[in-house]
């Protein structure tokens, strides 16, 4: 099983979002007890609430709206300034990653003073996250959630049984990505029973940092420095 280098790269770099991305959901998740980056389970509790007792136990609904039209928002964004799903290394990747790391570190400053705005934040964050969601080589490299994950595996799985083609990149990619996010969700809850909120500025400074270390990597590349 053969993975050529440069798909090796941008795995790694799927592996490191999906890592950040679960370890920031833990956190608050552990935190305020509303996730970031995939809102399902968050939506149908608050339905749940509804049907029982016609009002929310749950997440307060000011904070349920934050989370899905911050979501909302920060997907558009992805639209409006990398324009295409397709993977492209001439596309501001670097930059981006940066205003995810960004916004994190401004989610976790207000974190104190309004819940609600804190929640957005980070939403708008995970939202411009998820729609990065590239194809390369035929697979959606997904890093906020592992259901898609899951079902990409799920379906290479059957193809194999029917005795099909299947290349390694198409097992490798969705089960490195699975594995990466489960590592992250640990960490975060690790982290989170520390330092508490204090985890939340972590991956914010780390997606800073690896937004930047891309950028300017990908400038000397550019100028034939590597």
């Not at 307060?60 to 639209?79: E, N, W």
């Not at 207000?110 to 929640?119: F, S, Y």
């Not at 508490?196 to 500025?201: D, L, N």
Request: net charge positive.
């Amino acid at each position: 099983m053969r993975i050529e280098p440069r798909a090796a790269w941008v795995l790694a770099g799927g592996c490191a979002l999906a890592f950040l991305a679960a370890a920031l959901n833990v956190g608050f998740l552990m935190e305020l007890g509303t996730s970031v980056s995939h809102l399902t389970g968050d939506l149908s509790r608050f339905a749940e609430d509804l049907a029982r007792s016609g009002a929310p136990r749950g997440a307060p609904i000011g904070r349920l709206a934050a989370a899905l039209l911050g979501f909302v928002g920060g997907a558009m964004l992805s639209g409006l300034f990398i324009h295409h799903r397709a993977l492209e290394l001439s596309r501001p990747y670097g930059r981006s990653v940066t205003a995810i790391g960004a916004l994190l570190l401004a989610s976790w400053a207000v974190i104190d003073v309004d819940v609600t705005v804190a929640i957005g934040l980070a939403a708008i964050a995970c939202g411009f996250q998820n729609a990065l969601a590239t194809h390369h080589r035929g697979v959606i490299l997904r890093t906020t959630h592992v259901t898609g994950l899951l079902t990409d595996l799920g379906v290479t799985a059957g193809m194999a049984l029917r005795k099909r083609h299947v290349a390694a990149w198409a097992w490798v990619a969705p089960l490195g990505l699975t594995i990466a996010f489960f590592l992250g969700a640990v960490a975060g809850a690790v982290a989170a029973l520390t330092v508490g909120r204090h985890a939340i500025a972590a991956v914010g400074v780390a997606y800073v940092a690896g937004g930047l270390g891309w950028t300017v990597m990908k400038r000397r590349i550019a100028r034939g420095g590597v």
